[in-house]
């Protein structure tokens, strides 16, 4: 692991893939050869002054009046993110939320090809589902290795979340990206995210009810 | 609108339903009468100051020595999110991802009950998912009005988002969450949240390429 690597931080690494994304999308529409930190900040929905440190840590500073080359931005985080090859990824539990998963495009197009499917009710297992034969969770350990699994995908029920956690962690994953409405714990060394669908519609919610207008009570959270 | 609530900042909205998740997790296990803003700062994955501050937004600040009443804060924070009443959901696209979103049990429970289905597809046209029959995507302006509709998630293929956002916007629907891997404006009066399932794959690959070791050429991004 190099040193400048392992200097980037979090909240940085969580931004790469939106300037990433950014890029991507501007090099379909406009494809100039360079892009100020102002036009990025725009696409990406954060300030000018994040995204110059957070290209800083990877080593580019742009060019003053010119900005910075957008092929070598698209390298350099192409690299960063560990992107420049695949990382094939098993998703356990194949109700519906895993078969959107697998048959999700964005994934293969983006390096993580679904290379297994996992589930624990033995009636699934044989059943075709993106192309993959359902296996039996029981199997975990010998497709981790047998597939070279990066990364593993919860979208089972909440309650066999933590479960489905401790047996990825056991056959040797350790990335874990968890669907499941649950909260689950894995050892230090483990990466883990966490999806939780209704966030997103929570964060909603508080700007719908801001256009509803004032609300009864509002300023009895101010006495507290 | 009020004052105060208006000035909560976005980044803080966007952490007040991961606070609330913690709480409630919390809630469950121990049930404590109240919290520290450091065992909050754990469970959220922030630090305290962060916590604190955020909290301060909502008017509360705590007992020294005491920390925060939980179900004060289950309730302030419940109120602020407008999670106090339902928000209906209308989601657009019934493929598999559409359908695995209407049988994702996290919505309904917290408060989003989905309230149609529309698609494009007239061949999908009066399909039952989750108990509710598709309705076709021309019929939408009379489905918001009816139902109520507050939300509307996009879940088709990245080909048909934008036309999908521009036709929920038009049956005045003022919050969007996009699920398809495409971007898409609104106009600045709408609120739009995107959900890409690739960007959490993309932060795991970056920890787990650190995992694996050094690079060849990982000095490059310095030389820029």
């Known amino acids: 692991m190099s040193e400048r690597t392992r200097r980037i931080p979090e909240a940085t690494v969580a931004r790469l893939p939106v300037y990433l994304r950014s890029l991507l999308g501007l090099a379909e529409d406009d494809k100039a050869a360079t892009i ?27 060019t003053r009046g010119v900005g910075y080359d957008v092929e070598y931005l698209l390298f350099q985080m192409s690299r960063e993110l560990g992107l420049t090859h695949d990382w094939p990824v098993v998703i356990v539990g194949v109700g519906n939320l895993g078969q959107a998963l ?102 909603l919610s508080f700007y719908q009810q801001q256009r509803a207008g004032p609300r009864a009570g509002v300023t009895v959270a101010r006495t507290s």
């Open 36 to 62: 100020s930190s102002e036009r990025l900040a725009e696409l990406a929905g954060v300030n000018a002054a994040k995204v110059r440190k957070d290209l800083s840590y990877l080593g580019s500073y742009g």
């Open 102 to 203: 697998a048959n999700y495009g964005g994934f293969t197009d983006r390096g993580f090809p679904i290379a297994a499917l996992v589930d624990a009710d033995p009636a699934k297992v044989g059943e075709m589902v993106h192309g993959i034969a359902v296996r039996h969770i029981d199997d975990l350990p010998a497709i981790a290795d047998g597939a070279g699994i990066a990364i593993g995908i919860i979208a089972t029920p909440a309650g066999a979340a933590q479960e489905v956690a401790d047996r990825l962690v056991a056959a040797g994953i350790t990335s874990i990206l968890n669907f499941a409405p649950a909260l689950v714990t894995v050892p230090a060394e483990t990466s883990l995210r966490k999806v939780d669908l209704a966030v997103e519609l929570q964060i």
